[in-house]
């Protein structure tokens, strides 16, 4: 089996990118950037193939790599991400040791400010616990991937409409299409920190915008999980603002038209 990492950034000096992220695998590098370009080389015996592209948004940039992918395995990924020796062969063998599975979520290391999962014990993925993993822990069957069609929402995301969550629902959406998945507790590399590309703290626009996500992940069931959240992360996005200002802020994104 053949693993390819799919590299997103922004302003990147690609010729520099594998050596930085320790990649240990061919490579899909999307920079979005002013200009159109191409290139590629050779790093450690892999192939390393950047595009660049005058436009942003992360969901773009996603889906990019992801037309372009022809490995069995993909592996999403940011620029941030430095890998540990060996995290290609970590996957494959996950892969080969379950046959069944079409996608599985690997460990990254990230700030504690910015964690939302950490995987101790092998877990089936489905609808109700997919909403916390990021896009650096997804490998998929690329073949899985293509045959039901399945893109980022370029509505969500670091440059759309929306703040953030194009992970949650890429991830909803393999669940949907019918795909295997498991979270391992394999960990595979670590995040270098940076300034967040979309994070301005708990405001307005921040909790409308979960609104929106939740109408579009939950449905009907938006408004008992937006309570749900509230309540998990009172100690830290409430601070200074009210449970019930946070709710009608989460209620108007939910009853988006």
């Not at 999403?76 to 020796?85: A, L, Q």
């Not at 996950?94 to 014990?121: G, H, W």
């Amino acid at each position: 089996m053949r693993l390819q990492t799919l590299v997103s950034g922004v302003q990147l000096n690609t010729a520099g990118v594998a050596e930085k992220m320790n990649l240990q695998s061919d490579a899909i590098v999307i920079n979005q950037c002013d200009c159109n370009d191409y290139s590629e080389y050779e790093y450690n015996g892999h192939t390393i193939k950047c595009y660049s592209f005058a436009e942003r948004g992360v969901g773009l940039s996603r889906n990019n790599a992801l037309l372009r992918a022809d490995a069995d395995i993909i592996l999403f990924s940011d620029e941030d991400i430095v890998y540990e020796d060996g995290y290609a062969d970590s996957i494959i063998k996950a892969f080969e040791d379950r046959p069944n599975a079409d996608m599985l979520l690997f460990n990254v290391d990230v700030q504690a400010d910015r964690a939302t999962y950490y995987t101790q014990a092998e877990t089936k993925i489905h609808r109700l616990n997919c909403g916390r993993y990021p896009a650096y822990s997804f490998a998929c069957k690329t073949k899985a991937i293509h045959d039901r069609n399945i893109t980022y929402s370029l509505l969500f995301g670091g440059g759309a409409k929306y703040s953030n969550g194009e992970d949650s629902l890429f991830i909803q959406d393999c669940v949907k299409g019918g795909m295997k998945i498991w979270a391992l507790p394999i960990h595979i590399g670590k995040e270098v920190p940076r300034p967040s590309t979309w994070f301005e703290g708990y405001t307005d626009k921040f909790f409308y915008d979960r609104g929106v996500l939740y109408h579009y992940m939950y449905g009907s069931m938006a408004y008992i999980l937006a309570l749900r959240f509230l309540f998990k992360n009172k100690n830290t996005m409430l601070k200074e603002r009210s449970f019930s200002d946070a709710y009608r802020l989460m209620k108007k994104g939910i009853c988006i038209k």
